[in-house]
Structure formats: C-alpha cells, structure tokens
C-alpha cells in the first residue's frame, strides 16, 4: 500500500523558513515522480516542485524559484521541501504527491499540511 505522509509544517513569519517532510512507503523512487503541490483558499492546486522519475532532474514553479528546494533521502524514503524567504502568498495546504509519469496516470496523495505565512 502507498502511503504518504507530510509534515513540518507551521505559522512561520514573513520571511522566515520551514522544512516539510513527507515520509513514503510502499513503492520505489524510481516508478513515481514525487514532489509537492499546494493549495491556497479559494484557488486551483498548483505544482510547486518534483523529482521526475525517468532522469531524477528537479523541477520548481517559478513562484518557488531562489526560495525552495526539494531534496530526498532514499535511505529514509523521505522528500523534503525547504522554504526559505517566505511570503504571505505561500500560505496554502501543501501535499505530498507521488505520481507516474506515463498514462494514464495515477497519483498517491498525502493528507495536506498547513503552513500559514503571516505578513
């Protein structure tokens, strides 16, 4: 069974940092793009950043550009996201999202977690 679970997140002050955390179990790196998608109230989920299964290359929003960075530990079967220089536009649900890259396509998501950003 896929399992993802996220956290980390937190009320963190303009310009501040955090590090979410998703733990994952029950499949391989190698079969799944993973990576980390939000949801901010009232709009439409958006990509932030992923690790794409076929060549392991990072991908950010441009939003997420010079401010985050993904990374992984293999031997934990964790992703993280680092954010720095928040905004109060990063506030939003971030979800944890492990996806195939081919069709059709199937995803695996975490629970959401809050991260508020106060201006």
């Known amino acids: 069974e896929v399992q993802l679970v996220e956290s980390g997140g937190d009320l963190v002050q303009s310009g501040g940092s955090l590090r979410l955390s998703c733990a994952v179990s029950g499949f391989t790196f190698a079969d799944y793009a993973i990576g980390w998608f939000r949801q901010a109230p009232g709009k439409e989920r958006e990509g932030v950043s992923y690790?794409?299964?076929?060549?392991?290359?990072?991908n950010y929003a441009e939003s997420a550009k010079g401010r985050f960075t993904i990374s992984r530990d293999n031997a934990k079967m964790t992703v993280y996201l680092q954010m720095n220089s928040l905004k109060a536009e990063d506030t939003a649900v971030y979800y944890c999202d492990a996806y195939t890259e081919w069709a059709p396509r199937t995803d695996y998501w975490g629970q959401g977690i809050q991260v508020t950003v106060s201006s």
């Open positions: 690790f794409s299964s076929s060549d392991d290359s990072t």
